[in-house]
């Protein structure tokens, strides 16, 4: 089955470490995108990359990195600047076009202590 | 900034009776495209419907419908038989050519359904 795929479901991390986050999409799609979600906040986006090699930052970009080396592939790494990082972090992908939806992978909820 | 508005943090309606959801959003380009989202506990994203703003006719899948009125910006969603499945956090987002496809989000609105 085709298919977006986030490792862990949770994830628990000291403060001061980095963490990755994992995405795989087997949906061949151009486009994904890093998204996170706070209570009463919706989803704001980290970070959006269009085509392999190349990413842009969204809105809340300071504080994570991303790679894009393998269409398939779109890792997030929550770094230790970024001063809040403990929420619910979705990836999503989707064909090029404005009416193609975006399909989501499961989410990870990620807690830093 | 690109925006979009869900005016109301929670609603609650009867097993079988009717809902209406707002979305209200703001962007000056002609092309682009709607969406409502769900979102049920499992915190799976499921698309429920979506709409393109140069088609008039309002988008309709079995008992979810919209009623896009383009030149107020608006975009609600209608539950009709609403159903105990259907409770969940509901979002609405839309996407345009400038705003290099990425899809922005309202902060969305709780429905729960009463039995």
């Known amino acids: 089955d085709g298919g977006i795929t986030q490792s862990p479901k949770y994830l628990f991390r000291k403060e001061g470490q980095n963490v990755t986050l994992s995405c795989e999409q087997n949906?061949?799609?151009?486009?994904m995108y890093w998204y996170r979600q706070d209570p009463g906040q919706g989803l704001r986006l980290i970070y959006y990359s269009q085509i392999v090699n190349d990413f842009q930052k969204g809105d809340i970009a300071e504080g994570y990195s991303v790679s894009r080396e393998k269409k398939e592939s779109f890792p997030l790494t929550v770094t230790s600047a970024q001063k809040n990082p403990t929420a619910f972090y979705l990836c999503a992908s989707s064909s090029r076009g404005l009416g193609s939806p975006l399909h989501f992978g499961n989410g990870t909820r990620l807690t830093v202590t | 900034a690109q925006t979009v508005t869900q005016s109301q943090p929670e609603m609650s309606v009867q097993e079988a009776e009717t809902v209406t959801l707002s979305c209200t959003y703001d962007?000056?380009?002609?092309?682009?495209?709607l969406f409502w989202y769900k979102q049920p506990p499992s915190r799976q994203m499921i698309l429920v419907i979506r709409q393109e703003a140069y088609k008039q006719q309002n988008a309709t899948e079995n008992r979810f419908s919209v009623n896009f009125q383009k030149a107020a910006k608006s975009f609600s969603l209608k539950i009709s038989d609403s159903q105990l499945g259907d409770a969940a956090m509901y979002f609405c987002?839309?996407?345009?050519?400038?705003?290099?496809?990425?899809?922005?989000f309202g902060k969305g609105t709780k429905l729960t359904v009463n039995p």
């Open positions: 949906l061949n799609h151009d486009a």
């Open positions: 987002a839309y996407r345009t050519q400038g705003g290099s496809e990425k899809l922005v």
């Open positions: 962007t000056s380009e002609s092309d682009y495209y």
